[in-house]
């Protein structure tokens, strides 16, 4: 079992930065990949960042490439998404999620078992 619980959310003026951070309970936290997800008003969940069990391989969606960088830190159990040149299309509630270890980088939704309660992240243009 794994609980994940995000914070760092708010609000941001377009091209500013903003750093979510996602902190999970359980000892299995080093041996799961773990992603980010968005989801905006009227739209379907979307991925956004997916970063494997070590942290030494990442996946990110075409748009935010080059603008978000994910990490984990599996000491503290913690996972980061800094967010860069944001845009006014960034904002969106913002879930951690947890996948089972046998895969690497999903980027799936229906892939991962555990998904935080979500934040709140608003670029205002």
């Known amino acids: 079992q794994v609980q994940l619980v995000e914070s760092g959310g708010g609000l941001v003026q377009a091209g500013g930065s903003l750093r979510l951070s996602c902190a999970a309970s359980g000892r299995t936290f080093s041996i799961i990949p773990m992603g980010w997800f968005r989801q905006a008003p009227g739209k379907e969940r979307e991925f956004v960042a997916a970063?494997?069990?070590?942290?030494?391989?990442?996946a990110y969606a075409d748009s935010v490439k080059g603008r978000f960088t994910i990490s984990r830190d599996n000491a503290k159990n913690t996972v980061s998404l800094q967010m860069n040149n944001a845009k006014p299309e960034d904002t969106a509630v913002y879930y951690c999620?947890?996948?089972?270890?046998?895969?690497?980088?999903?980027?799936?939704?229906?892939?991962?078992?555990?998904w935080g309660q979500g934040t709140q992240v608003t670029v205002s243009s």
């Open positions: 970063i494997s069990r070590s942290g030494g391989t990442r």
């Open positions: 999620a947890a996948a089972p270890s046998a895969y690497l980088t999903p980027t799936r939704d229906r892939q991962y078992d555990y």
